[in-house]
Nanobody, 120 residues
Framework: QVQLVESGGGLVQPGGSLRLSCAASGSISRINSWRWHRRAPGKQRELVTSITAGGSTYYADSVKGRFTISRDNAKTMLYLQMNTLKPEDTAVYYC??????????????WGQGTQVTVSS
């Protein structure tokens, strides 16, 4: 199993910055990719950014040039650096990974989420 805990959310003014963290524990050696999703009020959950075990990254068009995903060397921490924040970025942000389970099947694991509010 993999356990994920997000932190770093809060209230910030437009144009400000925040860094979200995701602490992973458990069978972390079996993780294939790491992702950040978000769910804004009244909208469906969307993929914000991801990074694979090989280091390939993806960013949604809405956050390109403003957000950066990264991992630590031990691959136990995932980060999301968010710059030039906009009110449209207000959402609950979720850390997620896909990993091999005990039966060698790939499955998703999710954190509980952390609230980011961008408002003046």
């Amino acid at each position: 199993q993999v356990q994920l805990v997000e932190s770093g959310g809060g209230l910030v003014q437009p144009g400000g910055s925040l860094r979200l963290s995701c602490a992973a524990s458990g069978s972390i050696s079996r993780i294939n990719s790491w992702r950040w999703h978000r769910r804004a009020p009244g909208k469906q959950r969307e993929l914000v950014t991801s990074i694979t075990a090989g280091g390939s990254t993806y960013y949604a068009d809405s956050v390109k040039g403003r957000f950066t995903i990264s991992r630590d060397n031990a691959k136990t921490m995932l980060y999301l650096q968010m710059n030039t924040l906009k009110p449209e970025d207000t959402a609950v942000y979720y850390c997620a990974v896909d990993a091999l389970n005990a039966r060698w099947a790939l499955q998703d694991y999710w954190g509980q989420g952390t609230q980011v509010t961008v408002s003046s």
